[in-house]
């Protein structure tokens, strides 16, 4: 490790892991990592590429939000609450210590507001993209299932939190390949692709009190993700495609351009949750969510089969473009 | 995901998770992590990229075992023993599915070898250079201290495994810049380079025996490494060059040029462990090396003062061209 390495760790990346438990204030080759007593552990990696994850140019704010908030999704989505991280940076040369200030800030914010901190890394230098793999670590409450994408049943109830679709048309309007949002609707859509909320609160409600039967959270795109629950739960599935909530800004696009229905339900990176709900349970998910004062909208239901049908207005079947957006 | 990676994860990668603890076999967005009852867990990530810490052309199989034994080498610092990993790759155009299936592979050897398991992982592609970062899992017995950087008490011993300096050499030599080394011993070299040994069994003898007051594996180089132990400790240290473990080969290489020293004590990736005794117990150190048919070699002390101090055949410090090599 060289000096520079040395002297990013001690300026910027120490301060989140002193005093922290088992940190070991990033002094040592590993840390300890604690168990909440009574509590089990999970464990989950995702790896942010800069060009690939998040466009090239994104503010280091962004980027140190969006490495946290995808595994924080994933934590979400098993229905755990999330404790600490380990963090693997690789720097190419642009990246100089005024943005891996900046990044390192904007890590002690999400640290902040999310409840967790920094438990150890390794940072390198890279001749690629920047790149960051981020293993984050939760618990589940003693006695407390983890949601898994099998396990959901025939005649389930297909739900999702939130709206869907704005991360991927506002990736397309990042891009140039959608104008005519508006300023406004761009810059909120933007930020749904740039700064996902993970949908915490809702997992770990949806856990304790044991109201999925399957879970997942939207990053490959809904109807995707929808198919990994049907296909792990060895069932088909159907939604009803104008009950899938769309944000207004959503809405307005598709009335200019109906084609956008494939971004909509086939992009990727919107975090919600997706899950499986007996019929019985579904007021009490209507009432967690109150409770939460997040949306939750039942969009379809689980059946027999081996394929996720999407239904149109005359609720026949709807050939789709793209069954979801594509990292390779 | 694409379907791309679907079939690379479950043709190559979930066999490497299959009804191992914890893995849900790799169908979810996390990971259960288990931890053996009674014992403490410890982790640690580091990232290795092609043309950074292996050069580019090295075969899946030796990329595999550096990936996996550079963070099984931090976690035998500790004094732990391995349990379990998680792998973020990212993979670029050229590693196509033959490249991988013998990656995976060798990620199986490994496995098997060191008794671990993969638990998870994230599998994207990059536009860059081919970047692994492996999170490794391990455990303390209970009530087992880790050995840390910090501990080493003035009067130490200061104690190193195995031989140093070849795998810097290799490197050297793998690079075009140390020729006449002979064909056998230049493949020696490069192989120590290419796929460390962790010293786990030294490590875990120590920390269950409570033999070393600081420990650290040499990766960075042994003058800098040594250097964390004395920084962290508040101490600075000696070394005795002529003392310091060499190979045939390094030998023989340093009997035709002496400028080669620094590439000795200044190169990294020995992945040795350096730690430091009080004299009384140096003894046991030797018995529980001799145990395990490792060499350890006492070349140096702990001392008052915040350098390291390399000494020469007649005792007077030697002035070092390099501290030790750096990654930025």
């Not at 963090?87 to 507001?113: C, G, K």
Request: contains cysteine; aromatic residues 6%.
């Amino acid at each position: 490790m060289s000096a520079a390495e040395f002297d990013l760790i001690d300026d910027f990346f120490r301060p989140l892991a002193v005093g922290r438990p088992g940190s070991l204030d990033l002094t040592d080759d590993a840390a300890l990592l604690p168990v909440p007593p009574g509590e089990s552990l999970v464990t989950c990696v995702d790896t942010v590429i800069d060009g690939v994850h998040f466009l090239a140019g994104t503010p280091p704010e962004d980027v140190a939000a969006k490495a946290l908030r995808v595994n924080l999704s994933d934590i979400a989505a098993m229905g755990a609450r999330p404790l600490s991280y380990m963090l693997a940076l690789s720097l190419p040369n642009w990246a100089e210590r005024p943005w891996v200030e900046a990044f390192a800030a904007a890590l002690a914010a999400e640290q902040e507001l999310f409840g967790i901190y920094l438990l150890g890394g390794d940072t390198t230098a890279t001749t690629g993209p920047l790149t960051l793999s981020v293993t984050l670590f939760g618990s589940l409450p003693a006695g407390q299932q983890p949601l898994r994408r099998a396990g959901a049943k025939a005649g389930d109830l297909v739900f999702v939190s939130g709206s869907i679709g704005d991360a991927g048309l506002g990736l397309l309007a990042a891009q140039g390949a959608l104008t005519g949002l508006g300023e406004t609707a761009e810059a909120v859509m933007r930020q749904r692709y740039d700064r996902p909320q993970p949908r915490l609160a809702l997992g770990q409600a949806l856990g304790r009190e044991a109201l999925a039967n399957a879970a997942i959270d939207v990053s490959d795109g809904l109807v995707q993700d929808l198919g990994h629950i049907a296909r792990h739960s060895g069932l088909g599935a159907r939604i009803r495609r104008d009950d899938v909530p769309l944000s207004p800004a959503a809405e307005a696009a598709l009335s200019h351009d109906e084609a956008l229905w494939a971004t909509i339900l086939g992009g990727g990176d919107d975090y919600e949750l997706l899950f499986t709900t007996p019929p019985g349970k579904a007021a009490d998910v209507a009432a967690a969510a109150a409770e939460l004062e997040l949306q939750v909208t039942a969009i379809g239901d689980m059946v027999a089969g081996d394929a996720v049908a999407v239904l149109g207005p005359d609720g026949a079947p709807i050939e789709m473009a793209s069954s979801g957006w594509s990292h390779f």
